[in-house]
């Protein structure tokens, strides 16, 4: 993502959202980890899965439900969650709504 090193940026403009998808775009990628932001339509999600490392969401535009071992959580713009390692996780577009995830490998 050479094109956007160094530059001010508005993060939710980095995606848009297409109909009936979950779209993505990884901005940063090292051994270390990874930053991507994601788009979902109204109704699309993730189906329950799990990481070997810890990931925290961060929702810049709409409204999601984040089911993390059974519990659920609704975040809005503005708001963030840490999916811990090797947990069951889930994500529902409750509206359409943008994230960040920021995965640390360690």
């Given at each position: ?58 929702i810049i535009d709409g409204k ?7 519990n659920k959580n609704v975040l ?31």
């Amino acid at each position: 993502m050479e094109d956007i090193k160094g530059k001010v940026l508005k993060t939710a403009d980095l995606i848009e959202y297409q109909d009936g998808s979950v779209v993505s775009r990884e901005i940063i990628r090292k051994d270390t980890g990874t930053v991507t932001i994601f788009a979902f339509d109204k109704g699309e999600g993730l189906s329950e899965h799990t990481a070997p490392f810890d990931a925290m969401v961060q929702i810049i535009d709409g409204k999601a439900e984040i089911t993390i071992s059974g519990n659920k959580n609704v975040l809005e713009a503005g708001e963030m969650i840490i999916m811990p390692a090797n947990e069951p996780h889930a994500l529902t577009a409750l509206e359409k709504y943008k994230m960040v995830l920021t995965m640390i490998r360690s």
